[in-house]
């Protein structure tokens, strides 16, 4: 598994903020939000972070690269319920040559809820693997 938990607990640490509400749709009957709901927060912070970079996940598509998920991993903290403003926390991990890292951290009122990681193949819309895009690798962490 290449996926860590290591993600820091500190929201200032990200450099992206996704802010969403938890639906009532994706709660159990007692108002806790299902541990499965967690993963289209993850995914919606994704799509919105590759947005604020000037690549949108719909671009990358039509110039040939899909970012599939290839492992996840997420620890659960404390329960998210239903109504609660979520901040979904994230930032690159690690860049390699045709994979990445993301590690996120899911608060409420900057209450650490949860961590998670993504690990990503770069791959073209064919499936097979292909180098990262400059821009990608220039957002890894410095060594």
């Known amino acids: 598994m290449r996926a860590d938990l290591a993600a820091p607990l500190d929201p200032a640490a990200y450099p992206f903020r996704h802010r969403l509400r938890a639906r009532f749709a994706e709660t159990d009957a007692m108002g806790v939000v299902h541990h499965a709901a967690y993963l289209p927060y993850l995914e919606a912070a994704r799509v919105e972070y590759l947005r604020s970079l000037g690549h949108p996940y719909a671009e990358l598509r039509e110039e040939g690269t899909e970012f599939p998920v290839v492992e996840v991993?997420?620890?659960?903290?404390?329960?998210?319920h239903f109504d609660d403003l979520v901040d979904v926390n994230l930032r690159v991990a690690s860049v390699g040559a045709a994979v990445f890292t993301l590690v996120y951290l899911v608060s409420v009122d900057e209450e650490p809820r949860a961590t998670a990681t993504t690990v990503h193949g770069v791959v073209t819309v064919g499936g097979r693997p292909t180098r990262a895009p400059a821009w990608l690798r220039a957002l890894a962490p410095a060594a």
């Open 73 to 80: 991993a997420v620890r659960y903290r404390r329960p998210l």
